[in-house]
C-alpha cells in the first residue's frame, strides 16, 4: 500500500451560468453532460492509486448544481475509498443562489458528513454582482448561512472579492461589514486578476480605467486586513482570515506543501514528489475515466531545488513562514545559507522578517507577497543554486 496521504479534492466543473472573469475548468450545466461526468469521476475513484485522505473539498465549478443526494453519495465512495474512519473536514464550494441552497440540501450535506460551507459570495454591493455576472442577491446568501446553521453546519466560509470594476473603498467596506454581521468563522478575500480569454480580458483591453489601479487595490487589501483583524479574525495566509480554530485544513496541507490527490476534469496531485493535473479537456477525461484508462494530463517531478523553492513560497504565503527546523530536517538544508542573497535583498527593503526560527513576511511584505515567492523560486532554478543543493 503506497503511504501517501494528504487532501483529496474533486472537481465538479458545471455552474448555472458562467462568470465573465472566471478561468476555472468549467461549463454551463447541461445534465446530460452533467450525468457523463458523474460517471466518469465515480469511475476514476475506483480506480485510481491508494491514497489516505485527511480533508476532502468539493470546489468548481459550482459543486451545488449536482444534487444533494447524488453529492451524498461521492461522499459516501470517496469515504470507503480513501478515508475508512472518516475525513477531518469536508468541505463544498457552494453558489449562494437560494434555489440551489434549500434546507433539505443543507440536511442532506451534513447526514452526509459535510462540515464546512464556503460560499462564493464575491460582493454584497448589488450592482458589483451585476458587473460579476453573479445572479445571487445579499439576501440569498444571508438566507443560506441561516440554512447552514440550522442544519447543523456550523463552519461557514465566505469568498470575496475585491478589485472589481466600479467597486471603490466605501463599497468594499460595505461588502466586509456585511460578511462580518453574518458571523462567519472564515473570510477569504482575493484581488480581482484578468484571466486571457475571458469576456473580462476584452474588457480590460478596451476600457483599463474600468479596472482598479494597482493602488486603490493595495488600499482595498489593507482595508480587508484592517478590518477582519479588528474584528477578530487572524489574517493567517495572504488571503485568508479565520476565527480561532477555524483555519482551512484542507489548504494548510497545501501550503504546508503536503501531499494532495486531485479528481476530475483539471484536478491537479502531488504524490511521491510528482506534480500532475489532469487534462482541462472534458471530452477527452471523460473518455479515459469511463474506460479505466490513465486520465491525460502533464507530470512535473519537482526534484531538489525545484522542491524546496515551492516549498518556500507557499510557506511564505502563511503567518508562519518559513521554519527553518522544518526545512533542515524535511529537506537537509540550511534554508537561511542556501536564500542568502534574496533573503537579504527582501529583508533590506523591510519585506521579510528573520527571526532565529523563521523567515516570514512583514506587514508591508503582504502587498508584494507574489514577488517575494517568486525570488524564492527562481532562485531555487538558478544553476548555482542547484549546485549548492543538499537535500533530497
Ligand atoms: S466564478 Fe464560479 S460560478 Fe462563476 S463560472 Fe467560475 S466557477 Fe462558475
Given at each position: 500500500?503506497?503511504?501517501?496521504?494528504?487532501?483529496?479534492?474533486?472537481?465538479?466543473?458545471?455552474?448555472?451560468?458562467?462568470?465573465?472573469?472566471?478561468?476555472?475548468?468549467?461549463?454551463?450545466?447541461?445534465?446530460?453532460?452533467?450525468?457523463?461526468?458523474?460517471?466518469?469521476?465515480?469511475?476514476?475513484?475506483?480506480?485510481?492509486?491508494?491514497?489516505?485522505?485527511?480533508?476532502?473539498?468539493?470546489?468548481?465549478?459550482?459543486?451545488?448544481?449536482?444534487?444533494?443526494?447524488?453529492?451524498?453519495?461521492?461522499?459516501?465512495?470517496?469515504?470507503?475509498?480513501?478515508?475508512?474512519?472518516?475525513?477531518?473536514?469536508?468541505?463544498?464550494?457552494?453558489?449562494?443562489?437560494?434555489?440551489?441552497?434549500?434546507?433539505?440540501?443543507?440536511?442532506?450535506?451534513?447526514?452526509?458528513?459535510?462540515?464546512?460551507?464556503?460560499?462564493?459570495?464575491?460582493?454584497?454591493?448589488?450592482?458589483?454582482?451585476?458587473?460579476?455576472?453573479?445572479?445571487?442577491?445579499?439576501?440569498?446568501?444571508?438566507?443560506?448561512?441561516?440554512?447552514?446553521?440550522?442544519?447543523?453546519?456550523?463552519?461557514?466560509?465566505?469568498?470575496?472579492?475585491?478589485?472589481?470594476?466600479?467597486?471603490?473603498?466605501?463599497?468594499?467596506?460595505?461588502?466586509?461589514?456585511?460578511?462580518?454581521?453574518?458571523?462567519?468563522?472564515?473570510?477569504?478575500?482575493?484581488?480581482?486578476?484578468?484571466?486571457?480569454?475571458?469576456?473580462?480580458?476584452?474588457w480590460y483591453a478596451r476600457e483599463p480605467a474600468a479596472f482598479a489601479s494597482n493602488?486603490?487595490?493595495?488600499?482595498?487589501?489593507?482595508?480587508?486586513?484592517?478590518?477582519?483583524?479588528?474584528?477578530?479574525?487572524?489574517?493567517?495566509?495572504?488571503?485568508?482570515?479565520?476565527?480561532?480554530?477555524a483555519r482551512s485544513q484542507h489548504n494548510a496541507n497545501y501550503w504546508r506543501n503536503?501531499?494532495?490527490?486531485?479528481?476530475?476534469?483539471?484536478?491537479?496531485?502531488?504524490?511521491?514528489?510528482?506534480?500532475?493535473?489532469?487534462?482541462?479537456?472534458?471530452?477527452?477525461?471523460?473518455?479515459?475515466?469511463?474506460?479505466?484508462?490513465?486520465?491525460?494530463?502533464?507530470?512535473?517531478?519537482?526534484?531538489?531545488?525545484?522542491?524546496?523553492?515551492?516549498?518556500?513560497?507557499?510557506?511564505?504565503?502563511?503567518r508562519e513562514g518559513v521554519d527553518l527546523a522544518y526545512f533542515a530536517e524535511r529537506?537537509?538544508?540550511?534554508?537561511?545559507?542556501?536564500?542568502?542573497?534574496?533573503?537579504?535583498?527582501?529583508?533590506?527593503?523591510?519585506?521579510?522578517?528573520?527571526?532565529?526560527?523563521?523567515?516570514?513576511?512583514?506587514?508591508?511584505?503582504?502587498?508584494?507577497?507574489?514577488?517575494?515567492?517568486?525570488?524564492?523560486?527562481?532562485?531555487?532554478?538558478?544553476?548555482?543554486?542547484?549546485?549548492?543543493?543538499?537535500?533530497?
Amino acid at each position: 500500500m503506497s503511504s501517501a496521504r494528504g487532501g483529496v479534492y474533486v472537481h465538479l466543473p458545471f455552474c448555472p451560468y458562467v462568470c465573465p472573469y472566471c478561468d476555472f475548468a468549467k461549463w454551463p450545466l447541461r445534465r446530460s453532460d452533467a450525468a457523463k461526468y458523474l460517471a466518469a469521476l465515480h469511475a476514476e475513484i475506483e480506480a485510481a492509486p491508494d491514497f489516505a485522505g485527511t480533508t476532502l473539498f468539493f470546489g468548481g465549478g459550482t459543486p451545488n448544481t449536482y444534487e444533494p443526494a447524488q453529492i451524498a453519495n461521492l461522499v459516501a465512495r470517496l469515504r470507503a475509498r480513501f478515508a475508512p474512519d472518516g475525513f477531518a473536514e469536508t468541505t463544498i464550494e457552494l453558489n449562494p443562489d437560494g434555489e440551489l441552497c434549500t434546507d433539505a440540501a443543507f440536511a442532506a450535506y451534513r447526514d452526509a458528513g459535510i462540515d464546512r460551507v464556503s460560499f462564493g459570495v464575491q460582493s454584497f454591493v448589488p450592482a458589483e454582482l451585476a458587473l460579476l455576472g453573479r445572479r445571487h442577491t445579499p439576501q440569498d446568501v444571508a438566507t443560506a448561512v441561516a440554512r447552514a446553521r440550522a442544519a447543523g453546519i456550523a463552519n461557514v466560509s465566505l469568498d470575496l472579492i475585491f478589485g472589481t470594476p466600479g467597486q471603490n473603498e466605501a463599497t468594499w467596506r460595505a461588502s466586509l461589514a456585511a460578511a462580518l454581521a453574518l458571523g462567519p468563522n472564515h473570510i477569504s478575500t482575493y484581488g480581482l486578476t484578468i484571466e486571457d480569454d475571458t469576456p473580462y480580458a476584452d474588457w480590460y483591453a478596451r476600457e483599463p480605467a474600468a479596472f482598479a489601479s494597482n493602488d486603490l487595490e493595495a488600499e482595498l487589501y489593507a482595508i480587508a486586513i484592517g478590518t477582519l483583524e479588528d474584528a477578530g479574525f487572524e489574517h493567517y495566509e495572504i488571503s485568508n482570515f479565520a476565527r480561532a480554530g477555524a483555519r482551512s485544513q484542507h489548504n494548510a496541507n497545501y501550503w504546508r506543501n503536503g501531499e494532495y490527490l486531485g479528481l476530475g476534469v483539471g484536478a491537479a496531485s502531488y504524490r511521491d514528489g510528482t506534480r500532475s493535473i489532469h487534462t482541462k479537456d472534458r471530452d477527452a477525461y471523460v473518455a479515459a475515466a469511463t474506460a479505466g484508462l490513465p486520465i491525460p494530463g502533464d507530470d512535473e517531478r519537482l526534484d531538489g531545488a525545484a522542491r524546496v523553492g515551492e516549498a518556500a513560497m507557499l510557506a511564505l504565503r502563511t503567518r508562519e513562514g518559513v521554519d527553518l527546523a522544518y526545512f533542515a530536517e524535511r529537506y537537509a538544508l540550511d534554508f537561511l545559507d542556501f536564500y542568502r542573497p534574496v533573503v537579504a535583498r527582501w529583508r533590506e527593503s523591510g519585506t521579510l522578517d528573520v527571526t532565529p526560527t523563521h523567515v516570514r513576511l512583514t506587514q508591508r511584505g503582504r502587498f508584494v507577497a507574489n514577488d517575494v515567492c517568486a525570488a524564492f523560486v527562481i532562485l531555487s532554478e538558478a544553476p548555482e543554486a542547484r549546485s549548492r543543493r543538499t537535500g533530497p
